[in-house]
Nanobody, 119 residues
Framework: QVQLVESGGGLVQAGGSLRLSCAAS????????MGWFRQAPGKERESVAG????????SYADSVKGRFAISIDNAKNTVYLQMNSLKPEDTAVYYC????????????WGQGTQVTVSS
């Protein structure tokens, strides 16, 4: 079992910044991938960014490229999502997720943290 706890969400004006954190605990041994997803009201959940355990591989949704940055601190088993130049359309509940390196499916999910961007 892996437990994920997100923090850092909140209300920010358009153009502002927030940093989300996701602390992982439990069976985090071995290679894994962590990702950030978001779900806005009335919309499907979408992938925002992903990162390999060693930080050597990252991926981003086109909608956030150049504005968001994902990073990982292995000593703390924590993944971060730095969000800059926020837009009202970034408003959503943000979730972090964990999957083993060999799996295509994210197995563990956090409880989510609300990000609201006002215009």
């Amino acid at each position: 079992q892996v437990q994920l706890v997100e923090s850092g969400g909140g209300l920010v004006q358009a153009g502002g910044s927030l940093r989300l954190s996701c602390a992982a605990s439990g069976r985090t041994l071995g290679n894994y991938v962590m990702g950030w997803f978001r779900q806005a009201p009335g919309k499907e959940r979408e992938s925002v960014a992903g990162i390999s355990q060693n930080g050597g591989s990252t991926s981003y949704a086109d909608s956030v490229k150049g504005r968001f940055a994902i990073s990982i601190d292995n000593a703390k088993n924590t993944v971060y999502l730095q969000m800059n130049s926020l837009k009202p359309e970034d408003t959503a509940v943000y979730y972090c997720a964990f999957r083993p390196y060999y799996s295509d499916h994210y197995t563990y999910w956090g409880q989510g943290t609300q990000v609201t961007v006002s215009s």
